[in-house]
């Protein structure tokens, strides 16, 4: 794992991107580094994965005060973030699972 939280998450998601293109073309997944919540002064890094077809986005959010800890939720592109995040170790994530969760929300 990189020392850079987020320079790891990204190095999973853009593996799990090109394993999901491979397999299915149905799944087009849009990955997306947002800095809106640091521009806004909230110390996280938010990254989104959409669906375009399913409308469907999974968002994840690494905060500077829960070092380790990803949070998690699916949600739809219209309802953008919900309130009710799910946690779990960033060390516990890993290209596979995110491709296990793009196959199950967006397929």
Request: aromatic content about 6%; glycine content about 4%; overall charge negative.
């Amino acid at each position: 794992m990189h020392e850079d939280p987020l320079k790891s998450l990204s190095d999973m998601a853009s593996d799990a991107h090109a394993r999901i293109q491979a397999a299915h073309q149905s799944i087009n997944p849009v990955v997306e580094v947002r800095r809106g919540m640091r521009d806004a002064g909230i110390p996280a890094d938010v990254m989104t994965i959409d669906c375009l077809r399913t409308r469907r986005r999974i968002t994840l959010i690494l905060h500077d005060e829960q070092p380790g800890v990803l949070l998690y939720q699916f949600v739809t592109m219209e309802d953008e973030v919900g309130n009710d995040f799910k946690q779990m170790a960033l060390a516990d994530m890993n290209a596979s699972m995110l491709v296990d969760w793009m196959q199950d929300y967006f397929g």
